[in-house]
């Protein structure tokens, strides 16, 4: 039950776009589309954003969006805003029905 | 309105046990899957362990694995989390979540329990 690998920060200008990958493996991202992410800003709980790989949950902006290719799952923020700095984690279902969660990424407004 | 409510964290020494509860409102609790999911403050989230509606099916992730134990009061709407045997690197924010619907990602949390170990 090794976490998923993501990049530790991810940085772009309001506006712009900008994409968290998060790397799994056949045992669990490569096997279901059971991938979600979750929004946490500082001293607040977390919050999911997109679930089974692309859904998003009523009420998130359409500016998050998400895919899978293979083993690792993307999560793209369009139209990069100010309130988007926040840290994300990924999450997948994984083969011994367990989850596992990413080591999360630190997105930072510039 | 979901609501989850978490308490019993505490200092714990090495070695000790410690009950964490979660008190759940606002849903039909017997309905939905339960999670625990850890955070040492500024690290990651680390999922901890799962129960299903009746509590008879359960997972751990393994640095937990046969030191904790999940299970639940359908009636006092209520899960709890029974964790022994505990270290340091158990030190951590505990939060229950509710699992979605028949779906695979938790769509509610509280606001998170501290747990202490240390000596």
Redesign the interface.
């Known amino acids: 039950?090794s976490?998923l690998t993501q990049a530790a920060s991810v940085s772009g200008s309001p506006g712009q776009s900008i994409t968290v990958s998060c790397t799994g493996t056949s045992s669990d991202v490569g096997r279901?589309d059971?991938v979600?992410w979750?929004q946490?800003h500082p001293g607040k709980?977390?919050?999911?954003i997109i679930?089974?790989v692309y859904k998003r949950?009523s009420g998130i902006s359409n500016r998050f969006s998400g895919s899978k290719s293979g083993n690792t799952a993307s999560l793209t923020i369009s139209g990069l805003q100010a309130e988007d700095e926040a840290d994300y984690?990924c999450?997948s279902?994984t083969i011994?029905?367990?989850?596992?969660?990413?080591?999360?990424t630190t997105v930072t407004v510039l | 309105e979901v609501q989850l409510v978490e308490s019993g964290g505490g200092l714990v020494q090495p070695g000790g046990s410690l009950r964490l509860s979660c008190a759940a409102s606002g849903f039909s609790f017997s309905s939905y899957w339960m999670?625990w999911?850890r955070q040492v403050p500024g690290?990651?989230?680390?999922?901890v362990s799962?129960l299903y509606t009746d509590g008879s099916r359960t997972?751990?992730?393994?640095?937990v694995e046969g030191r904790f134990t999940i299970s639940r009061d359908n009636a006092a709407n209520t899960v709890y989390l029974q964790m022994n045997s505990l270290r340091a690197d158990d030190t951590a924010v505990y939060?229950c979540g509710r699992g979605?619907r028949d779906?695979?990602?938790?769509?509610s949390?509280?606001?998170?329990t501290l747990v202490t170990v240390s000596s």
């Open positions: 039950q976490a279901y059971y979600s979750y946490q709980v977390p919050k999911v679930y089974d949950p984690y999450s279902f011994g029905s367990t989850y596992v969660f990413g080591t999360g | 999670h999911v690290k990651g989230l680390v999922w799962r997972s751990y992730a393994d640095s939060y979605a779906d695979f990602y938790i769509d949390w509280g606001q998170g």
